[in-house]
């Protein structure tokens, strides 16, 4: 029998990178199970099918809890947990919230697997125990997205056995160049071959620190004043920025807003709106699926990304980028490829301190191409290696073990 295994990670939002993550899930079960049933949840189940149409996967509603139903879970061989940064504390909601389907599986004696989540710092004694509670008692294995979330997890008390491994959208196989040439040519009418390109990822500012808000603002006592010369500010630097690539190279600037939910697109229309030349940057405000998306980054010749995804889609197409992190993450997976000078974290971002890091990454950007032509594929590799393990662990060789339909469906 082929093995039914059920995907938890909020892929169908308008997230971009969350969306690429799901796909690269799919990919990575698909090339270990190659006969595999995929399934994912989402409470608008025509939605999230239109946002995958065409991938292997079947997508099925979600219960009253916002998790699927025992009756779901138990025709699960396993559920997959994380991608992204399900462990995290940008509210107090965020990780029970998502918790709740491991432990219903756990419940029903359905095998869960956490597969690739992210770890960000947690303050909350509560967190930090479901955090002990899910990775020493729930999860049968368990990879994380970087050695970062796994010193996270070992602070938090956490005992079970966890590996890293970077964060799984690196391994996304790509559409054709001559869908991304396609799409930048009907999008934003750049036609590739005939100019440079640099594309950008800004995002609204905030910073994840905890708290009951589901963002919480850097200084929130500071109120709204200081919030909007803090955007001010970061949004001021990466304008600077564009002037600068525009006068100092020949290169067209694509703006790819990588979140529509959190205002990425009004991020890049106020930056673009502070632009002394216009003429050479545009806004990709009609983003392509994931596939064609990483295509479409593989033919820039450089990204600067605050959006963490956006780098990972660029770099693992062999672009070099510069990081601007705001949260572990980011940072994390910089240093996993060895190229942590080639980033600057959002609190020191200056108008100065982005030119001068674009213009080191300019000037080295053949340089930086050949380390990540010779660093990818081990980085993958091991991705792959976990990925393998943590499969195996539950349902052996391929096609080995299955067990959904003899479980029945009663409720």
């Not at 529509?260 to 050479?280: F, H, M, N, Y």
Request: net charge neutral; glycine share 10%; aromatic share 6%.
């Amino acid at each position: 029998m082929n093995p039914r295994i059920g995907i938890w990670h909020p892929g169908a939002s308008s997230n971009h990178g969350d969306r690429a993550i799901q796909l690269s899930t799919i990919d990575l079960v698909h090339e270990f199970y190659p006969t595999a049933e995929i399934v994912q949840y989402h409470t608008d189940v025509d939605r999230a099918a239109r946002i995958y149409e065409g991938e292997p996967v079947i997508t099925e509603p979600l219960g009253r809890l916002g998790a699927p139903g025992f009756r779901a879970l138990r025709q699960l061989d396993l559920l997959l947990w994380g991608g992204g940064s399900l462990v995290q504390q940008s509210s107090l909601f965020h990780f029970p919230r998502h918790a709740i389907p491991a432990l219903l599986a756990k419940r029903v004696g359905t095998p869960v697997v956490c597969f690739g989540s992210g770890v960000e710092p947690l303050s909350n004694p509560g967190l930090k125990w479901l955090a002990r509670h899910c990775f020493d008692h729930v999860f049968t294995d368990a990879f994380v997205r970087g050695n970062q979330s796994a010193e996270l997890l070992r602070s938090y008390g956490v005992t079970a056995p966890v590996r890293a491994a970077v964060d799984q959208a690196v391994s996304l196989r790509p559409s054709s160049a001559e869908a991304a040439a396609g799409h930048l040519d009907k999008s934003v009418g750049v036609d590739v071959g005939s100019t440079p390109i640099v594309t950008v990822s800004v995002k609204a500012s905030f910073i994840y620190r905890g708290g009951l808000l589901p963002v919480s603002i850097e200084f929130p006592g500071r109120g709204k004043r200081h919030r909007a010369r803090r955007r001010a500010r970061f949004e001021e630097a990466f304008a600077k920025l564009l002037d600068h690539v525009i006068e100092s190279t020949e290169a067209i600037v694509v703006m790819v807003p990588m979140y529509g939910g959190q205002g990425d697109v009004e991020a890049a229309e106020r930056v673009l709106g502070r632009v002394s030349r216009t003429e050479r940057v545009r806004i990709m405000r009609d983003l392509p699926k994931s596939r064609v998306l990483k295509a479409v980054f593989g033919m820039a010749d450089a990204h600067v990304g605050v959006r963490l995804h956006s780098c990972i889609l660029a770099t693992s197409a062999g672009v070099p980028s510069l990081g601007v992190p705001y949260m572990v993450k980011a940072s994390e997976y910089f240093e996993h490829l060895g190229l942590s000078e080639h980033t600057v974290n959002e609190e020191d971002v200056t108008p100065a301190s982005l030119q001068e890091a674009f213009s080191r990454l300019w000037d080295r950007r053949d340089a930086v191409r050949a380390h990540l032509a010779a660093t990818l594929p081990a980085v993958i590799g091991e991705l792959k290696s976990h990925s393998e393990s943590a499969l195996r662990s539950v349902l052996g060789g391929a096609g080995e073990g299955s067990s959904h339909q003899a479980r029945g469906t009663g409720s």
